[in-house]
């Protein structure tokens, strides 16, 4: 009769410390590559996030500016008999807030009180909530656009600068005059209209023969080829024939409560009347605005929105930028473990800004550009 025998009391002890351990080395394996991956997606998002939003602001202030094929911040001397004070006319009806049809300036700006160079900021914790004090903007104060804080026009985050854009209304066909425009009437007779059906009026518009131009209302569009076009109120200026007509748009950018309760970036947009989210999870945004005397190509000094020098009507002469200086703080999502938690608060350098991060295990990274304004820097 054949012997049955087990294993014995230590083959069982070392089978299950060897199991222990390797249980162990695969828990610690799935551990280190869940936070490799949660790691990795942080990267990922944060320096998405921050390439997106560097790459809409580039893209509106290179063009800043161009109106029809004239550049309103075109520095070199106007050619008689142009404007003493703009190469752009506006004959534009005041807007709704001051912001809304400046349109004799290229840029503008609002520079967040106490944030200027050599200042610091410290960002809250979400959720966040939108500033309805004007007076935490410098100088005059931000436009009541942004502090309504309505659905159409979410509101600004304190401590972030507000940068404004005004150029032709992007993918727009450009119409011609196809007779001379008499000084005070109000008719325009163009090609073609047609590229106009879908444009909401009133709208502003421009009227150029590439040397001198004037910012209008476009209040009606007559059909045909050739149509007509009304302008809410005549010029000065007569045109001849061929002079340029094109739609315009005005771009503020700036930081606001988005849809997960953190920072994001915006945009409003004269064309619409409406703010849209572009880029999450952006906390602070900085700009600068380098300015030239009257030379193009040469910019003597950075300076914030409300140190910009003054033009010979005591505004602020934003069409002597020539390029423009922005940085943003971008985190990586709320609610997702990216990093450990710090000790102390981390900072960030934000064009000589310094920006305190809450204590949280969120993923942070400055991200900046330098813009030349092409229409300026001829």
């Not at 998405?48 to 602001?57: Q, W």
């Not at 970036?265 to 409406?274: K, R």
């Not at 005397?293 to 010979?312: E, I, S």
Request: hydrophobic share 45%.
């Amino acid at each position: 009769m054949r012997t049955q025998r087990g294993y014995s009391m230590i083959e069982v002890m070392v089978a299950i410390t060897l199991s222990v351990i390797v249980t162990q080395a695969a828990i610690s394996v799935f551990g280190a590559n869940k936070s490799t991956s949660k790691t990795t997606a942080a990267i990922a998002a944060v320096s998405d996030n921050g390439r997106f939003a560097l790459s809409f602001i580039e893209q509106s202030v290179r063009s800043g500016g161009y109106m029809a094929c004239d550049a309103i911040n075109d520095l070199h001397a106007l050619p008689p008999p142009g404007p003493a004070t703009y190469r752009q006319l506006n004959v534009m009806p005041a807007g709704a807030t001051p912001v809304q049809n400046a349109y004799q300036f290229a840029f503008g700006g609002y520079e967040a009180g106490g944030s200027g160079q050599g200042a610091a900021v410290a960002l809250a914790a979400p959720p966040l909530a939108a500033d309805t004090t004007a007076g935490d903007w410098l100088a005059a104060g931000l436009d009541p656009l942004l502090t309504a804080n309505t659905a159409a026009v979410p509101g600004v985050i304190k401590g972030s600068d507000v940068l404004v854009v005004r150029e032709t209304l992007p993918q727009t066909t450009t119409l011609y005059t196809t007779a001379p425009y008499a000084p005070g009437t109000t008719l325009l007779s163009v090609n073609d209209t047609s590229s106009l059906a879908t444009l909401a009026l009133p709208h502003a518009a421009v009227l150029s023969n590439c040397s001198v131009s004037v910012a209008f209302q476009l209040s009606a569009v007559g059909a045909g080829t050739p149509g007509t076009l009304t302008m809410g109120a005549g010029t000065t200026i007569a045109f001849d024939p061929y002079a340029a007509v094109t739609p315009v748009d005005t771009a503020i950018f700036y930081i606001g409560k988005g849809r997960d309760n953190d920072g994001a970036l915006y945009v409003w947009h004269d064309d619409t009347g409406a703010s849209t989210e572009l880029v999450p999870d952006v906390e602070n945004m900085q700009v600068l605005y380098g300015i030239a005397p009257t030379t193009p190509n040469l910019v003597t000094q950075y300076v914030t929105a409300d140190a910009v020098p003054l033009n010979g009507s005591g505004l602020p002469d934003f069409n002597r930028v020539i390029s423009i200086k922005v940085a943003m703080l971008v985190a990586s999502p709320p609610g997702a473990p990216a990093v450990r938690a710090p000790a102390v608060a981390p900072t960030y350098a934000l064009l000589g800004t310094t920006v305190t991060a809450p204590l949280d295990t969120r993923m942070r990274k400055v991200f900046d550009i330098t813009v030349a304004a092409r229409n300026a820097a001829l």
